[in-house]
């Protein structure tokens, strides 16, 4: 069964930092481009990071960027969402979401349980 697991969340004072993990289990990562994605209550989900299927490519939302970095380990199946500088407003549940092909576009072949990050003092 393929499968995608996110960790890392939890609760962080506003400017302190998470490491997110996204591990897939059952499915070669390499082959798949990978999108952060976040929903807080009463929003809409936002794409917040991408990274091609190499990692060659990356993208970042206007609000964080410049405070979080996507990266992966292929080797590791895992992608990554290092988180600094958080902010009350980076409070949401993370997703990560599995595009087959070399970028992230609308359609995402595997989801993620999500992860809660809560940014508070």
């Known amino acids: 069964q393929s499968q995608l697991v996110e960790s890392g969340g939890g609760l962080a004072q506003p400017g302190g930092s998470l490491r997110l993990s996204c591990a897939a289990s059952?499915?070669?990562?390499?082959?798949?481009?990978i999108g952060w994605f976040r929903q807080a209550p009463g929003k809409e989900r936002e794409r917040v990071s991408c990274i091609s299927n190499s990692g060659g490519s990356t993208n970042y939302a206007d609000s964080v960027k410049g405070r979080f970095t996507i990266s992966r380990e292929n080797a590791k199946n895992t992608v990554y969402l290092q988180m600094n500088g958080l902010k009350p407003e980076d409070t949401a549940t993370y997703y990560c979401?599995?595009?087959?092909?070399?970028?992230?576009?609308?359609?995402?072949?595997?989801w993620g349980q999500g992860t809660q990050v809560t940014v508070s003092s």
């Open positions: 059952g499915l070669i990562l390499d082959s798949y481009a």
């Open positions: 979401g599995a595009a087959l092909g070399t970028w992230c576009g609308d359609l995402y072949d595997y």
